[in-house]
């Protein structure tokens, strides 16, 4: 898949994706990450990508030419690119989002700043407008990082061991387990036994009382947006009376 990052500072990108789990998944060809910078796409000699809302106000708004002409360059040779806009006014970018980005060939991301996009660019260029959480950040190239690392990792083959992407949190909608590795005892801390006998019937049971019981705990919005089996039920049953 490609992703195509629109921005007004590519140098941001320069080496964030050098590292890790997306840089293999470059070097296997799994991926491809293209960074553009917005004021190729501008033809003053200002290199201008904002100015000032109409109707007054503080702050500057993007401009919707270069933006217009920057999506329409990058895409002239596809017609099915998801066009994304990041900006906390975006619906919600989570682990459901991130897996339907993996099913897609091509997805141009682009990063707002300033006060906002015109609207224009909103209603009539991109597909979809995502946030990565109900915080205002300083524009949109962290976000957009956060949802090439997130999209990435799931691209079959990314991940060394494909079970890992199939274990981790969210993926059946509930918090990760807690791990452990050596030493046994650290500090006078211990490994729960259960995890040193060897009794894999009885690791996975633990494993997933722990994912229920912290999942519970911390973000029990997830287990009430979930349907659970019902193994999982009586597990919740168990681990709400643990916790209570
Ligand atoms: N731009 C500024 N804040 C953002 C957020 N929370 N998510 C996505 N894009 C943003």
């Known amino acids: 898949m490609r992703f195509d990052i629109i921005t007004i500072f590519p140098q941001i990108f320069k080496e964030v994706?050098?590292?890790g789990i997306v840089r293999?998944?470059?070097?296997?060809n799994?991926?491809?990450?293209?960074?553009?910078d917005l004021r190729d796409y501008t033809y003053d000699r200002h290199r201008q990508v904002d100015d000032r809302p109409f109707g007054g106000g503080a702050g500057m708004v993007m401009k919707p030419e270069p933006?217009?002409?920057a999506v329409e360059a990058i895409t002239n040779d596809t017609a099915d690119a998801k066009v994304v806009l990041l900006s906390p006014q975006g619906r919600p970018f989570a682990q459901e989002t991130a897996r339907e980005y993996a099913a897609l060939d091509r997805v141009v991301l682009i990063c707002g700043r300033y006060e906002g996009v015109d609207e224009r660019v909103v209603e009539d260029l991109v597909n979809d407008e995502v946030s990565i959480g109900d915080y205002v950040l300083s524009g949109g190239e962290i976000p957009a990082m956060v949802v090439v690392d997130a999209?990435?990792?799931l691209i079959p083959g990314?991940?060394?061991?494909?079970?890992?992407?199939e274990r981790e949190s969210f993926v059946g909608g509930l918090l990760d387990h807690p791990h452990y590795t050596r030493p046994a005892e650290f500090r006078g801390l211990k490994t729960p036994e259960v995890l040193l006998n060897g009794n894999h019937a009885e690791i996975e049971k633990w494993r997933r009382r722990k994912a229920i019981e912290k999942t519970l705990r911390r973000?029990?919005?997830l287990i009430l947006n979930r349907e659970l089996s019902d193994e999982e039920?009586?597990?919740?049953?168990e681990a709400k009376r643990n916790c209570s």
């Open 17 to 19: 994706f050098d590292f």
């Open 24 to 28: 293999r998944a470059v070097e296997a």
């Open 30 to 36: 799994l991926v491809r990450i293209h960074v553009h």
């Open 67 to 69: 933006l217009f002409r």
């Open 151 to 153: 999209v990435t990792r």
């Open 158 to 165: 990314a991940l060394g061991c494909e079970q890992s992407a």
């Open 219 to 221: 973000r029990p919005d």
């Open 233 to 237: 039920r009586r597990e919740l049953d």
